[in-house]
């Protein structure tokens, strides 16, 4: 330990209260130096120091809130911009800041406000600023429609306040990640331990770690990789070879500046805006191969430059033919664009290609992922989204992308979101988002996507006959109904408008039980199988029969072959609705009658009604009604409903009509 002389006057200031003014502008100093070296986790330690006896004027407030937004700590963030924004001599870019950290918390309209502000007071920046407000109520919308996902923090992988994230595919079972919860272990030597951590965010630097699945499918401890790629900077976000053998990965290189200033790589943000430094972080593409077992054979990707630029987040299509990847490279079209490599007939790859307009913007595009069906998803902040990072998929190939599109929420939400996989082309994967973590870490999430939401729309109708004694339906307005989703217990009640009307959203691919009753009506229940192919909206109509004695009831689509009783298959379908009416009403007791047209004899008519009546109480019998419930009548051609009798000339629509099949309520 070293001593030196302190002089007495200072001593005794110390005593009288001058000792923390001190040591305030020495924190002050320190947190400045740091901040000046992109260390912000450490510079914010030391603003905290300072502001508890000194109040920060424009300048420390505005690097506290660069800080904490560069951690991705926006919370922290909204809180220093707000205070900002109403201080004298500040600039207008603090009111786009003070926007997106409301944006990243999910406060849409305070963020339209100040977004609005910002292009009020920066008049070149007006479009963008309008653009911005447009996208934060899209993605208000979003959030009000019915989620797109299921999502949940896969907790076995996660490792509490540090940053897990980028799954691949990595052999049969298994993936490979990115996180900062160390490799090596803690010393207890201060400083030998302060060198293993990154000064950006506070936290150890990136390595890659692998984690498999056993047959169950449960998650084993992850391991981190063998230290000939877990190098001592950042190694991260890497691609495995779908026979294991070749690995791609990125590593983070400290340059001296010579260009134009990039993105820091391990914090997925922009760079900071102060004083330019003399180095600057940049990514490289490496490979390793797999040999006895172990990864060796370390080389670097033949379109690296880090003097100039970098490249990073590779990944390999399922057929190994084409690299795609991440690079702030000359002749892009924004900060970072999403590149690809076409492999040659020798294994060696061709020049980067741009993936063009379509897919890359003047933001950041940046984690690449093919599926198994070759689809493109990228992370992006240059696409209308949600805030921050949000996840987009593409269709079509590598020349030729289109159809860009928003994964939706919640597989995207205010906060970032990037690094996608699929276990299950289309339906099933994993993710990477910051949107549970306060301290700005990141954390790999489970995702199931959900079918695509539709709008049902119940309409309540009674069936009765008129004068004519045609079947007709009018509209039954003030219908209670409980709806049940195939599979789940929960039931949602409602009742239908004046109209007879109710909206409910729903999802195509399910199916739908409703429950309907009102006094003086038979209960009614319906099953709705929604296609994957439904279009928006899907229209359910629940018919309601009232509960009268001695009333017939037409029971439509009741057809029979000519000459037959058999029952058809379309017929069966409607005495299944029967079948469940008398379920769901089982004080009921009906007569089911069938009734002929006027062709053919009176007993040759009469014998035929009666065996199809009794084909039709069968069939309910078989379905599980008790036969002591039902009664089988033929009526022949006693009761026509038309004109059609005999000798008089009718087309087959008319005499189908005396062709049918009714019940009539005896005991209710």
């Known amino acids: 330990m070293r001593y030196k002389y302190t002089p007495l006057c200072l001593v005794v200031a110390a005593m009288l209260g001058f000792g923390p003014v001190a040591h305030s502008q020495s924190s002050l100093r320190k947190a400045n130096k740091q901040y000046e070296n992109y260390e912000f986790a450490l510079a914010l330690e030391n603003y905290q120091e300072a502001i508890q006896k000194r109040t920060p004027d424009l300048e420390t407030a505005t690097r506290i809130a660069d800080a904490y937004r560069l951690t991705r700590q926006t919370a922290q963030a909204e809180n220093w911009y707000g ?69 949940e923090p896969l907790q ?71 230290d000939v790629i877990n190098s001592d900077y950042h190694n991260a976000t890497a691609s495995a070879a779908e026979d294991g053998k070749t690995l791609y990965f990125t590593r983070t290189q400290v340059m001296q500046r010579k260009m134009h200033v990039n993105s820091d790589p391990t914090s997925w943000v922009k760079a900071a805006e102060p004083e330019a430094k003399d180095y600057v972080n940049r990514l490289e593409i490496f490979t390793a191969e797999k040999q006895g077992g172990s990864w060796s054979n370390i080389q670097p990707f033949v379109y690296n430059k880090v003097e100039e630029y970098s490249v990073g987040h590779p990944a390999l299509s399922p057929d190994g033919q084409v690299l795609y990847f991440v690079s702030d490279m000359p002749g892009g079209m924004g900060d970072t664009d999403v ?102 870490t990141d954390d790999i999430f489970t995702f199931d996507i959900l079918n695509k939401p539709v709008v049902l729309a119940i309409t309540t109708l009674e069936r009765k006959q008129d004068k004519q004694k045609r079947t007709v339906q009018e509209l039954l307005p003030e219908t209670r109904i409980v709806m049940a989703q195939k599979s789940i217990k929960d039931s949602t009640v409602f009742v239908t408008d004046e109209r007879g009307k109710h909206f409910l959203d729903g999802r195509a691919g399910d199916a739908y039980t409703f429950m309907g009753e009102k006094h003086g009506y038979l209960k009614m229940q319906t099953t709705a199988e929604v296609p994957a192919s439904a279009p928006d909206t899907v229209e359910v109509v629940l018919l309601f029969d009232k509960n009268e004695l001695e009333k017939a009831i037409v029971l439509e689509n009741i057809y029979y072959d000519l000459d037959k009783a058999d029952i058809r298959t379309d017929a069966a379908s409607e005495l299944n609705k029967l079948a469940t009416l008398l379920e769901n009403n089982p004080q009921i ?44 009548k033929g009526y022949g051609k006693t009761r026509l409903v038309n004109g059609c009798g005999d000798g008089v000339i009718c087309s087959e629509e008319d005499h189908q009509k005396n062709r049918r099949t009714e019940f009539v309520i005896k005991k209710n």
């Open 589 to 632: 007791e009906i007569e089911l009658s069938a009734h002929t047209d006027s062709r053919e004899s009176q007993d040759y008519n009469q014998i035929l009604s009666e065996r199809r009546a009794q084909s039709a109480v069968d069939y309910l019998v078989s379905r599980g009604i008790d036969r002591s419930r039902l009664t089988a």
């Open 339 to 440: 590149y690809y490599s076409l492999r040659k007939a020798d294994g060696s790859w061709g020049e980067p290609i741009n993936a063009g307009t379509v897919v890359n913007t003047p933001g950041r595009e940046s984690f690449p992922y093919v599926d198994a069906k070759g689809k493109l998803f990228f992370a992006s902040d240059g696409h209308v989204g949600m805030g921050g990072l949000d996840i987009f998929s593409a269709e079509g190939t590598q020349g030729n992308w289109r159809k860009v599109k928003n994964m939706g929420y919640p597989v995207n939400t205010p906060k970032n979101d990037y690094g996608i996989m699929f276990t299950e082309p289309g339906k099933k994967g994993l993710l990477s988002s910051n949107r549970d973590a306060s301290n700005g």
């Open 83 to 151: 205070k900002i924004v109403k201080m004298t001599g500040r600039e207008p870019i603090n009111l786009f800041y003070f926007a997106d950290a409301l944006r990243s918390n999910g406060k849409y309209a305070e963020a339209k406000e100040q977004y609005m502000a910002w292009g009020e007071e920066m008049p070149d920046k007006a479009e963008q600023a309008q653009e911005l407000i447009e996208a934060t109520e899209m993605a208000a919308r979003w959030m009000r429609q019915p989620a797109v996902a299921k999502v």
């Open 156 to 226: 076995v992988l996660n490792y509490a306040n540090y940053s897990d994230f980028s799954p691949m595919q990595y052999g049969n079972k298994g993936i490979i990640f990115t996180s900062d919860r160390g490799v090596k272990p803690v010393t207890g030597d201060k400083k030998k331990d302060q060198a293993l951590l990154h000064g950006w965010t506070g936290r150890p630097y990136l390595q890659l770690f692998t984690a498999e699945q056993d047959v169950q499918g449960n998650w084993g401890n992850p391991m981190p990789l063998q």
